[in-house]
């Protein structure tokens, strides 16, 4: 009988182990979830208020070069402690910015929430994945909807001047098409952690 209770206790004991190194593994998920929502909004801010600078200066094909030339400095920007940010996409513009297995994914995931009624402002995901050398990649993504502005330079009527260079700076663009509230795309990060860190 004082086995049978010993091995109770001892599986009782693992349990309760197990459940606060979930515990603690969660609680790491949302902290670095928080920090890349953060990271994504003020890219998105700082991108936005290019985008909009440039289209009241040079009209939409000044936004095309921000999109070409400035956004990936804005990445590099906010690609701080050890966080890498970018965008990307199912319809590209940006060959570059191909979406890797996962990413693609999310991206089919948030397509198909927002074809149930989900706001794409609610759309994110995130999660940690192992790596070879027992450390842990984080990885999240953030949904970006078409709004109005982006209707110029994405959407299904283009003016000849946008298409012309839309033509010439992005050969293999797919990424036209859209309509108000369509995904297109996600604002995605990572990081890498040590294992000595967690």
């Not at 801010?45 to 200066?57: F, G, P, R, S, Y």
Request: proline share 4%; hydrophobic share 45%; aromatic share 8%.
């Amino acid at each position: 009988m004082r086995m049978v209770i010993i091995m109770g206790l001892l599986v009782l004991i693992g349990f309760v182990i197990v459940a606060i190194g979930y515990s603690a593994e969660q609680a790491a998920l949302r902290a670095e979830a928080t920090e890349a929502r953060a990271a994504s909004q003020i890219f998105a801010k700082t991108l936005k208020t290019q985008l909009v600078a440039a289209i009241k200066t040079d009209g939409p094909v000044g936004a095309i070069s921000v999109c070409q030339q400035i956004a990936p400095a804005i990445s590099a920007q906010y690609s701080t402690h050890g966080l890498h940010i970018g965008r990307t996409a199912l319809k590209l513009r940006n060959p570059a910015n191909a979406p890797d297995a996962w990413e693609r994914s999310v991206l089919e995931g948030f397509v198909a929430a927002m074809a149930k009624g989900v706001d794409p402002a609610a759309l994110e995901r995130y999660a940690f994945f192992s790596n070879k050398n027992g450390g842990k990649t984080f990885r999240y993504m953030k949904a970006i909807s078409v709004g109005q502005s982006c209707l110029a330079c994405h959407g299904r009527n283009l003016a000849p001047a946008v298409q012309d260079s839309i033509r010439q700076n992005y050969p293999e663009d797919q990424a036209t098409g859209f309509a108000l509230g369509d995904l297109r795309g996600a604002f995605t990060v990572q990081k890498k952690i040590a294992a000595s860190s967690r």
